[in-house]
């Protein structure tokens, strides 16, 4: 998939827990590792020390991917497609480090990243009894959902009070727990190294979500505190050796989201109404993007790291939405007609639990009919600075609010991650924003139709491509500093405002707050609530031998080293520098499969019998991009960068028969900064010598 | 598929033709190519002497595929796979030339073939007239049947007498056309080079029928006669350069046969009775030979070629099967109904042709009711003595008959075919045979049960295992000498001989001419004068714009060197010897991806970005196994030697996004001769040097 979890259009993400087989399944949460699963099938115990090394050397990388420490000097390692956006902020039309690449010669060399944040999990408290029990009986359903919430709020805030650290009470199987997570923060991270994009993304979209594949799909950055490289106490040895079939290993990330505790109505819903909707708007987006990337080289380079980005949700989400076949509905059928008629065999547990599928159905009715405006009825989904100023706006009207009644991402704990994002010195390009907000604005208006009166109340008799030519060059939100006088200013200030993207945001926030606030009324309290009562019934059923669905927390996942039958064949455990040079023979040497001049150069230095990347079955999805792949020692022996396209299906099912996770060897990354990069110091840092 | 025609069990073939569309569809005979298409797509026009050349340097291989001319001394190239029998033929325990490969030094060296016979098509002439004119008014189906069939046996003998060549009339459309075809014959056939088996077939059978591929799947025959080379004055000059991406090819050889002109109904038989069936039979033939080869080292290479071939055989019939899905009967469905409809808004067509597909219906049911005992009553579909048995019974009662009434394989035409075969001086291993029948006995007694009149009379109390160890070591059907003695004998001989194998043999004759009867009678007859009608009606609505289904006839298809999608990504039109060394070192060198130690020791020799393999979208199937690959000029660039597994669904309908032909590339064969075989006098003569 290119596993980067890319926050698109936030979805309801309704948590929930999957009974486990034997598979090597699941997405563990460090708490609860699956022990019985290791021992029995691998004869291996995780030691808490064991444990403890590894969760401490995993990062999170806050704009949605994963990576991990590798020197004591503080080196992390993701992928080039999660380093990709900051590469692209610190390019300019002069310097492109997306298409050449980076090679820091000394650490005074290293590229400071403008706007990325890199979180550690320190620790990991269940807090599930104060949050469920701020919910007091003969409390509507409504009240509840504020009940809960604003526990939270109150939960992160006492935390960050008491210990500075970043803290985030997270939500766990459909929430049936709740946890408070506390992370070390970085957000002086700098850029050390990065190859060229198409020796990491070879093989372009065609080749994104598929194997074999022969990527060098990795960034190496380092942290930075008080202006000097961190002492990273824990991080990954790099075994260059890696892993061969059959091998157990592990992956330690970050994946993004899943659904495979939604009940049969939710994905009916997603099969008949979401995944249709978006597929199509994404498809118009990339249009939209193409044809501006097309206006010149520099519009190209400027637009590089969205087209990327959507390509490969346009890709997952059609694989995802193939997947949703009889044989799925099938199982996801009969499994709810296992759980529901176990409930209903126990007296307690009917009267407790037996009504929240029914629940859930009619909650999803509610859905389907807020589905659109929710989606349409929004300036911020292609544009950045349309963005930025629909949360301006947001954030002077709850910052005025208790903390506890504020929507999410504007509470007291959160302001420090919000203002790093709202006043970031990354570049904005007006041209292209422009362009993304006059097709967000057509696309609104194209669904919603002219008489929609989201539709004629901001377009107000003007054409998209006026409204969005006015607005983006009349903006004075491309200056941080007219930012931060807004946010400072508060209300006052941005309702003063004649800036004209900041009017149009604050015209469309009275629809906006209606449209949310029926849906925490009619879909989000109902289904939370139904929601915890599946999750309680699968505890008192299964107890916590499961794992709860993603939420961009730290999993745990575990499998082995081994190819998978793949149209009509065998598909390898790995492949070779061999298979690169084949590759891009095969086409000719054409885009996507083009070899950078350097690989054609150096191919008689290259040993190409150097595994290059390589597949195992460890349960992974969107999110866990640059997530290390760690041997029984706890070792690094290579980096996850993409699913097959098997795998797809992941969001809703685990099938170990096909589903592999796809990485990069920790030996061809060696081979190719010592043979091809000219970079032995960088090499010998990570090797340890 | 390894292209191989590998005729198992006989089907009842009915001939049809199908629509072509712009697509590079079409198994053309060379009476009516495909002119139009090759115009208006290719801007080409393929002149008479053009046509003329590619198809006297075409040559079938009549143990099931085709070859042709490359050298103007009787060099005739053709797959691997398709020498594999004669390979193994002339091997013994000692000198394993299917594992080995063979390389002659010089002339002197080359090794003759046992029971190898080659054709090439020196004429066509249309004989539709005289066939269907024996037909009479008033005739029975039956009576019409015999007709036909006896006016054919007349032209072919009256041809052979006159011309001395082998002389067939050959069904097209349906019986919509009968040509006699004239082919000059080759029996003195010798082995010149072919690779190791391994190198042939790397990536055995879970590569079969799949790309991209990395084989040499050719060998090098040289034709004689009166002991010397022939002069073939036309050969197929080789062009080592070969084809490139979008280059326009062209492919002739035999494809074996095909299906697309069946009705639904026929589909459906094909579907629920007779595909389950023959998988499912076939999967216990390939246990039983497993079994067999597990014996020892000498056992192995005696079953090698059957092994390769069934497994070759349930990998294409399944293949085939899973594509008999909803999309291809709704196409069908479509296809008929519009034919019949186009049939009944024409008065005249409507009375002639409208009954046609209800005819063949009914006699569906029948044929659906003779399937199992025709397949299981039958001593001779696994061990080849129990065949050679069959037929020398089955020859000494036919020769009896007026040259007419014959059974098709024992006309005057045909007897100098069918003695070579039965005189073959071929190997013969009691021991195989002997575990051959006692499976196919059992299997037959398994699938027909105890109380069948036919397993009652076999087996007669005996046990299979019983019944196989008495026949086979009681016969001295292994020496040519007593099968000639037994042939020549005539009926009396036969009926006087104890040879329990020719005992058994005749005791199962009855059983065989009762179902015989029954089918022509109800199933054949029926068939082919409702298939005629049809074929009728195709012609006068399309005229002769459609190709008739493949008859194991030589044929012209084309098409464009062209990648195509494939399990989420692209496939290349071509694969390099980089992805030999890819896929084996992938599979850390593990059979069937195991480098033959000469490949390993010469890697540096071999310019690794050499062509290996490449596609094309021309429409074949098994029987254009060495098949050569034409550019414009008429030049040799490669060899067919598979389809890939999109083209599976090719026995029924032709696909241009998917299907495509895989074939060996002529650089390839050049490089592995030079570089790796030490074979440069080889190499000079095919590139005529």
Redesign the interface.
């Known amino acids: 998939m290119r596993l980067r979890f890319y926050v698109l259009i936030l979805m309801v993400s309704i948590l929930a827990g999957t009974k486990s087989g034997v598979a090597d399944e699941g997405m563990w949460t460090f708490d609860n590792p699956p022990v019985k699963q290791l021992q029995e099938k691998y004869n291996f115990t995780p030691a808490a020390q064991w444990l403890d090394h590894i969760r401490l050397s995993s990062v999170r990388f806050n704009d949605g991917g994963s990576g991990s420490f590798v020197s004591p000097n503080g080196l992390v390692i993701t992928n080039h497609h999660v380093a990709f956006g900051q590469l692209q902020k610190v390019s300019t039309a002069e310097k492109d480090y997306v298409k050449d690449g980076f090679s820091a010669k000394t650490q005074a060399d290293e590229l400071k990243s403008p706007d990325l944040e890199l979180n550690v999990l320190v620790s990991m408290e269940n807090v599930t009894a104060r949050v469920q029990g701020a919910v007091k009986p003969g409390m509507t359903e409504k009240q509840a959902l504020d009940a809960r919430k604003g526990e939270q709020a109150k939960i992160q805030k006492e935390s960050l009070d008491k210990t500075g650290l970043r803290s985030d009470v997270v939500s766990f199987y459909q929430g049936g727990e709740y946890w408070l997570y506390r992370y070390k923060k970085y957000t002086d991270v700098r850029i050390v190294f990065a190859p060229e994009q198409q020796t990491a993304f070879f093989?372009g979209d065609?080749?994104?979500?598929?194997f074999?594949r022969y990527d060098l799909d990795f960034a190496i950055l380092r942290v930075y505190e008080n202006g000097q490289p961190i002492q990273s106490k824990e991080y990954l040895k790099w075994n260059t050796k890696g892993a061969?079939?059959g091998d157990l290993v592990f992956v330690s990330g970050h994946p993004g989201s899943t659904e495979r505790g939604l009940t049969v109505a939710q994905l009916m819903l997603d099969r008949d109404l979401i995944y249709p909707t978006r597929i199509a708007r994404y498809k118009h987006q990339l249009q939209a993007l193409r044809a501006y990337a097309g206006r010149w080289q520099e519009q190209a380079r400027q637009a590089a790291d969205e087209i990327f980005g959507l390509e490969n949700t346009v890709?997952a989400f059609t694989?995802e939405y193939n997947g949703m076949d009889k044989s799925l509905f099938d199982k996801k059928t009969k499994e709810e007609s296992d759980l529901r008629a176990k409930v209903s065999a126990n007296a307690e547990w009917r009267r407790q639990y037996a009504d929240a599928w029914d629940a859930i159905a009619g909650a999803t009715k509610k859905q389907a009919e807020l589905f659109k405006p929710q989606q349409f009825r929004s300036i911020s989904t292609a544009s950045n600075l349309a963005s930025l100023a629909r949360q301006i706006v947001v954030y002077v009207a709850e910052i005025k609010k208790p903390d506890a009644q504020r929507l999410n991402g504007y509470h007291d704990s959160q302001l420090e991650e919000l203002k790093f994002y709202l006043f970031s010195p990354a570049p904005i390009y007006p041209e292209f924003e422009e362009a993304m907000l006059a097709f967000s604005l057509q696309d609104s208006a194209d669904q919603l139709g002219p008489n929609d009166p989201w539709v004629k109340a901001v377009l107000n008799g003007k054409t998209p491509a006026q409204l969005a030519s006015e607005v983006i060059r009349g903006t004075k939100l491309t200056d941080t500093a007219v930012r931060k006088s807004l946010v400072e200013g508060g209300e006052a200030a941005v309702n003063a405002s004649t800036d004209p993207l900041v009017v149009l945001a604050r015209k469309v926030d009275p629809f906006f707050r209606e449209i949310r606030k029926q849906y925490e009324d009619t879909v989000e309290s109902v289904m939370t609530s139904a929601s915890e009562k599946i999750a309680k019934a699968r505890f008192a059923i299964y107890g916590k031998s499961v794992y709860p669905d993603a939420t961009f927390t730290l999993r745990l996942a575990y499998g082995t080293v081994k190819?998978y039958p793949?149209?009509?064949?065998?598909a390898?455990?790995?492949?070779?520098f061999?298979?690169l040079?084949?590759?891009s023979?095969?086409?000719?040497n054409k885009a996507p499969?083009n070899l950078m001049p350097r690989f054609v150069e150096r191919r008689d230095k290259i040993d190409?019998?150097t595994p290059l990347n390589f597949v195992n079955t460890a349960d992974i999805i969107g999110g866990n991009s640059g997530s290390p792949v760690i041997n029984r020692n706890g070792e690094f022996v290579g980096i996850i960068f993409d699913g097959?396209?098997e795998s797809l299906t992941g969001n809703f099912v685990y099938l170990e028969e096909s589903n592999r996770a796809v990485a990069v060897h920790s030996a061809a990354i060696i081979e190719a900064l010592r043979k091809v990069y000219d970079a032995p110091a960088l090499a010998n840092e990570l090797e340890g010598k």
Chains 1, 2 share one sequence.
Do not use: E, Q, V, W
């Open positions: 093989g065609p080749d994104n979500f598929t074999p061969a079939d890709k694989g190819g793949m149209n009509g064949t065998k390898p455990p790995k492949t070779t061999y298979g040079y084949d590759r023979t095969s086409f000719d499969f190409l019998s097959n396209i």
